[in-house]
């Protein structure tokens, strides 16, 4: 049994000092989060973070009075169970895989957590930074760290001689990647689908409805993004 002493006080607020540590810390990595209107914003990177923390804290001083108590074991049920919760925020919508960035960052959240909680401040706080920096450069607008934004095409036109090559031209694409044939009478119309990363505007689309006639309807599908 501990004795209630001044020594014994004062370990438990360092404990707890390394708690709220982790707590400040996981508001700085949630804060930049929720800027960028990520899934998960600032609640959940604070208490990730203060979670590990506090696990770190109970495994390492909790179970001293027991001999051959291996505190390693309670922390590595942290790397597994934060890896169930980002498991929880990757999404497959459309053939795009979402959540990604944001269930990493928790996970990387949670080992700064940890480091907090078994008295690594100084990496804890360095890890923090690092977190930060590598996030908002990676989301600069450079052209080495831009991604390619594909836009969905969705285009009806009347198929006579060789119109879907001219569609696939003026695009830019060498394919459809989706395309059904649906025949009016004897008009043989393409309703096909093409992913470019060229951006086309609304007068842009506009002009080249007026300088093709056998388009009949260009819609431009941003939400399949």
């Not at 982790?22 to 990177?45: C, D, M, N, P």
């Not at 930060?132 to 991604?147: A, G």
């Amino acid at each position: 049994m501990p004795e209630f002493g001044i020594d014994f006080i004062i370990d438990q607020l360092i404990y707890l000092g390394s708690i709220l540590l982790a707590v400040v810390l996981g508001f700085a990595i949630g804060f930049e989060r929720k800027l960028r209107f990520k899934e998960a914003g600032i609640r959940t990177h604070t208490i990730v973070c203060a979670g590990a923390a506090l696990i770190m804290v109970v495994s390492k001083y909790g179970f001293t009075d027991m001999g051959d108590f291996d505190a390693s074991r309670v922390a590595a049920q942290i790397v597994s169970g934060i890896g169930f919760l980002g498991a929880g925020m990757i999404i497959y919508r459309r053939q795009v895989v979402h959540g990604l960035t944001t269930a990493a960052g928790v996970w990387a959240t949670a080992g700064v957590g940890m480091a907090a909680g078994c008295g690594l401040y100084i990496v804890a706080i360095g890890a923090t930074v690092i977190l930060i920096c590598v996030q908002c450069i990676l989301h600069t607008h450079l052209r080495p760290f831009r991604t390619k934004i594909y836009m969905q095409i969705k285009i009806c036109f009347e198929q006579k001689t060789d119109e879907n090559k001219r569609i696939q031209e003026l695009f830019g694409v060498q394919r459809f990647t989706r395309l059904n044939v649906v025949k009016e009478g004897e008009k043989v119309m393409y309703m096909a689908t093409l992913s470019t990363a060229e951006e086309f505007s609304s007068t842009r689309i506009g002009q080249i409805m007026a300088e093709n006639a056998y388009i009949r309807s260009i819609e431009r599908c941003d939400d399949d993004r």
